[in-house]
Nanobody
Framework: QVQLVESGGGLVQPGGSLRLSCAASGSIFSIYAMGWYRQAPGKQRELVARISSIALTNYADSVKGRFTISRDNAKNTVYLQMNNLKPEDTAVYYC????????WGQGTQVTVSS
């Protein structure tokens, strides 16, 4: 079973940047597409960025042009670079494999506020 551990969240002012990391256990990481999800208070969890096993990427309209997803298969890690952050980006961020859905990690809190 793959375990997912997210990190890198924090408090940032509007317009700021953060880089999230997701470390996955297990040697089969590289075969899966991976995604970053977020869940804001009172809202459903949504997929905001996806990267295939061959590094093709897709983004939700709300983050397109501001967020960049990447992966390092040698390190079993997926990243989310978030630039020009907005208050509406405030949420707990999770990673997972959209086509497989492993057990969710604890997530990492991102708060965008002045």
């Amino acid at each position: 079973q793959v375990q997912l551990v997210e990190s890198g969240g924090g408090l940032v002012q509007p317009g700021g940047s953060l880089r999230l990391s997701c470390a996955a256990s297990g040697s089969i990481f590289s075969i899966y597409a991976m995604g970053w999800y977020r869940q804001a208070p009172g809202k459903q969890r949504e997929l905001v960025a996806r990267i295939s096993s061959i590094a093709l990427t897709n983004y939700a309209d709300s983050v397109k042009g501001r967020f960049t997803i990447s992966r390092d298969n040698a390190k079993n890690t997926v990243y989310l670079q978030m630039n020009n952050l907005k208050p509406e980006d405030t949420a707990v961020y999770y990673c997972n494999a959209p086509d497989r859905l492993f057990q969710w990690g604890q997530g990492t809190q991102v708060t965008v506020s002045s």
